[in-house]
């Protein structure tokens, strides 16, 4: 079994066709999740007595509850349980919880994050250019959707005032962006007095 992370589904752009068919009742979705309350972020109201259709692990469908006529999908009961969007978190940084990035997307993922930006700053300020790689490669096995916004300021202040480990320059952060494709954006900027790295 390949494992479970943010690579093992396909692009959305290659499946348009399949989760079409699917919510025409076309071709059979391969799980059904009834008994579930859905929550709507667009109407801003929990949605009773819904059935959720998936197939390649994607949303093909929410249905009236009882619509599947089918019986090759896997079924599962929610039991009323609530269906809702996962959560996304656009900053923080995962070696300040002092664990590895799929360590950190369990405890995520089981309170409703499925995805987060993290700013790798600390490992850099320690480990420079190879720390933030070695926190990239573990997060790619994790089932949480992570994404980098490349740490802007390592070291974090002067160096008469410490001693870092690493040392972030513009060349380095831009190799960074070019090499990494989870690399979307710069991170924080904190020591923007004297505009180092400017
Ligand atoms: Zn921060």
Not at 25 to 42: F, H, K, N, Q
Not at 63 to 76: I, L, T, V
Not at 108 to 124: K, R, V, Y
């Amino acid at each position: 079994m390949t494992a479970l992370n943010r690579f093992s589904i396909k692009p959305l752009s290659t499946m348009t066709r399949l989760l079409a068919d699917v919510a025409s009742a076309r071709r059979e979705p391969d799980l059904v999740i009834g008994g579930a309350r859905v929550m709507s972020t667009y109407s801003e109201r929990i949605l009773g007595d819904r059935e959720v259709w998936i197939s390649g692990g994607r949303i093909a469908a929410v249905k009236p509850a009882g619509s599947y006529k089918g019986s090759a999908a896997k079924r599962y009961d929610a039991k009323g349980g609530i269906i809702a969007p996962g959560l996304v978190d656009p900053h923080l940084h995962i070696e300040s919880s002092m664990v590895t990035a799929c360590a950190y997307a369990e405890a995520a993922l089981l309170n409703g994050t499925t995805t987060i930006f993290c700013d790798s700053h600390e490992i850099g300020n320690v480990m420079d250019v190879a720390g933030v790689e070695a926190m990239l490669e573990d997060a790619r096995q994790a089932p949480l959707s992570i994404f980098l916004t490349v740490p802007s300021t390592v070291p974090a202040t002067s160096p008469e005032l410490e001693t870092a480990g690493g040392d972030l320059t513009p060349e380095k952060i831009a190799a960074l962006f070019d090499k990494w494709p989870e690399a979307v954006a710069l991170g924080e900027k904190m020591d923007f007095v004297p505009g180092r790295h400017g």
